[in-house]
């Protein structure tokens, strides 16, 4: 039955799909558990309080979310672009796409506190929440990238794919701007209330986005036996490298930004200096691991040739990527609003100190989820489809980078 | 049957029609009578935009460790009264030192009632809502829980259900999952009465608390403005807060 739906009849290795399938369906079946379980007990079970609203669940769904717009540029570049090197990935990445969009905005859903009403969240909006254009966007996702990656596979509708493709990238780079503007639009908080939210969530989504396809493309290519060409492989940890370090100088730039306001000292002295695990999470995690390090691997010689290189550092820029989300979601909420400026605050809401979090196993569970959605519909889609990147060598010499 | 026999009936017929209309008519005017005690403002008529509800709290009156406005708002409003981080509190007295001069002061926040609140903007639904009477509510039939509200207040103002409640007060009906805050005793100002705060705060004789309609110039609080010096808290925001202060 499972090697019906394999494309590659020669060598489908049906067991260890099972085993893939099965290690998927785990983690998923986690998440149910800790989303029913919290349905029926509240949030009371989870860390989350009226301080930090949102906690490690969003930090995962936020970032899948980024992520996925992030995903869509590996075929961005190819359609509108013209890159032949990405445009033999263009398929892979829209389905790898909307698999972590559908991932991220799982969780989203099953955090809420009324997760029965998603219904009416489909039919009240408000139009002047730029949560409710999110989901506008996170719904025409769905929409446009499907079709472009039917405008990509189907070789008749091949001749829409460009300007398809062209509307993915517009809607795709409006959508992160909403989720960047989610946080930017928080006028109360120090944390966040910049107009660089938006543009800073994209660049890190190019980051995130190219990282996650580096190392799906690296498991298929071995799951396969195959050999990733290292021109590819060179253009693509180049355009990663780019990528992290671009993050990297929007991250300065949004420090140094309030470091300029007096009255935005007391929160980067809490991330940059004394805020204990955010302090920690910020150099260590979003720095260190998730932007230095990958860059030194990245630009070190012995990278262009090396599959395993560029898959670490990949895989530590998605590490870092989940610091900084934790940073920047927890982080901003656990600083303390300042209500009153000059003046210090005590009450019996924790008004004036910084906010305690600790996430509980349920919310552990509940984040995975997305991960693991996503996963799933990886796994099944590569077996069913043809994902599987076709590079055109003849073409690849005749292009330039 | 006889002549005299119908007589009777017909007679007993309008008595009874007379007992009856008497009745009725008793019945409808003290159902009238108790509807207009219960309602001085029909529900169909709606909140009108000709009042805007706000207070006026005097942090100079407010007493040293005096929690009454708290507890009475718990009371009336179905709240635990604990204090956990997970825990609703719809009001708290606040301890504020100036550390400038070491000034302090202790004042009641809650609900700031703005006339342009960031929690009805950034919500997705709709569900908080300002009514025309300017007072912010969260309608709990469309509220799905994402909190994000909460995180947009600049008040932290807002409080989110983490667990199932029991005992609840039926005019305040609360529910696990969703958001809530002070409704400026909602329930209470539609019968004209004070909110259990205001109430509370008298009844102890600090008189620290003035509520009443800032459109309405013979008003104690409007009155109270136009002639004394008050704060709004975070004004930079602009966001006009129904809720004032003075001594700050």
């Known amino acids: ?401 | 049957m006889s002549e005299h026999n119908k007589r009777d009936t017909m007679q007993e017929r309008r008595d009874f029609l007379k007992a009856g209309a008497v009745m009725a008519g008793a019945t409808a005017a003290s159902g009238v009578l108790v509807y207009s005690v219960a309602h001085s403002r029909a529900p169909e008529e709606g909140a009108s935009a000709s009042k805007r509800w706000g207070m006026l709290i005097d942090t100079s009156k407010c007493g040293d460790g005096c929690n009454d406005c708290v507890t009475a708002c718990n009371t009336e409003n179905g709240l635990s009264g604990e204090t956990g981080p997970q825990d609703s509190q719809y009001i708290r007295k606040l301890n504020i030192k100036d550390l400038r001069n070491g000034r302090v002061h202790e004042l009641p926040m809650l609900c700031q009632h703005c006339e342009h609140p960031p929690c009805v903007d950034v919500c997705p639904t709709g569900a908080s809502m300002r009514r025309a009477d300017g007072i912010v509510l969260v309608d709990r039939h469309i509220c799905i829980g994402c909190r994000y509200c909460m995180m947009a207040c600049p008040y932290k103002a807002r409080s989110f259900v983490h667990e199932p409640l029991t005992d609840q007060n039926p005019e305040v009906p609360r529910g696990k999952g969703c958001v809530e805050s002070c409704t400026f005793c909602v329930q209470r100002v539609d019968r004209d009465e004070q909110p259990a705060c205001v109430e509370a705060c008298n009844a102890k004789g600090h008189q620290a608390m003035v509520f009443g309609d800032l459109k309405d110039p013979e008003s104690a609080i409007a009155k109270a403005l136009k002639s004394q010096a008050s704060t709004e808290v975070r004004a930079d925001l602009g966001l006009n807060t129904g809720v004032r202060y003075q001594g700050i």
């Open chain 1, 1 to 401: 039955m499972a090697n019906e739906n394999c494309i590659n009849q020669g060598n489908c290795r049906t067991p260890q799909f099972l085993m893939l399938l099965g290690a998927g369906g785990l983690v998923v079946l986690g998440t149910l558990f800790a989303f029913f379980t919290l349905e029926h007990h509240g949030h009371v079970l989870t860390g989350m309080n009226n301080q930090v609203v949102w906690g490690l669940p969003h930090v995962f769904a936020v970032f899948l979310i980024v992520a996925a717009s992030g995903v869509l540029n590996v075929a961005s570049i190819g359609s509108v672009f013209g890159k032949q090197v990405y445009k033999a990935r263009a398929p892979l990445s829209g389905m790898l796409a909307l698999a972590m969009l559908a991932g991220g905005l799982a969780v989203l859903v099953l955090d809420l506190g009324r997760p029965d009403r998603l219904i009416v969240a489909m039919t009240h909006y408000n139009f002047k929440s730029i949560f409710a254009w999110n989901m506008l966007f996170y719904n025409g996702f769905f929409a446009i990238v499907g079709l472009y990656l039917l405008t990509l596979m189907d070789r008749k509708l091949k001749a829409y794919s460009k300007p398809v493709g062209f509307a993915a990238f517009l809607w795709r780079l409006a959508l992160t701007t909403a989720t960047g503007s989610i946080f930017g639009f928080l006028v109360a908080r120090a944390g966040y209330n910049s107009a660089l939210m938006a543009p800073m969530f994209i660049i890190f989504s190019f980051a995130y986005g190219l990282a996650a396809f580096l190392l799906v493309q690296t498991a298929m290519y071995l799951w396969n036996g195959l050999t990733l060409d290292e021109r590819v492989l060179a253009r693509m940890k180049t355009l990663l490298a780019v990528f992290v370090a671009a993050s990297l100088y929007f991250t300065v730039v949004f420090h140094l930004t309030n470091l300029y306001f007096a009255k935005q000292w007391d929160y980067e002295r809490f991330i940059l200096l004394e805020g204990g695990v955010y302090t920690t999470l910020f150099w260590v995690g979003q720095i260190l691991v998730g932007g230095l390090i990958p860059l030194a691997i990245l630009f070190s010689p012995g990278s262009r040739k090396s599959l395993a290189l560029v898959s670490l550092a990949s895989l530590l820029v998605i590490i870092g990527g989940h610091a900084q989300m934790y940073v920047t979601i927890v982080g901003g909420q656990a600083f303390p609003l300042d209500m009153f400026p000059g003046y210090e605050m005590s009450s019996s809401f924790h008004d004036g100190v910084v906010a305690g979090y600790t996430p509980s196993g349920w919310e552990i569970l509940l984040g995975m989820g997305g991960i693991g959605i996503a996963f799933l519909a990886t796994v099944v889609a590569v077996r069913a489809f043809k994902f599987m990147p076709q590079d055109d060598f003849s073409a690849l010499e005749c292009e330039k980078d």
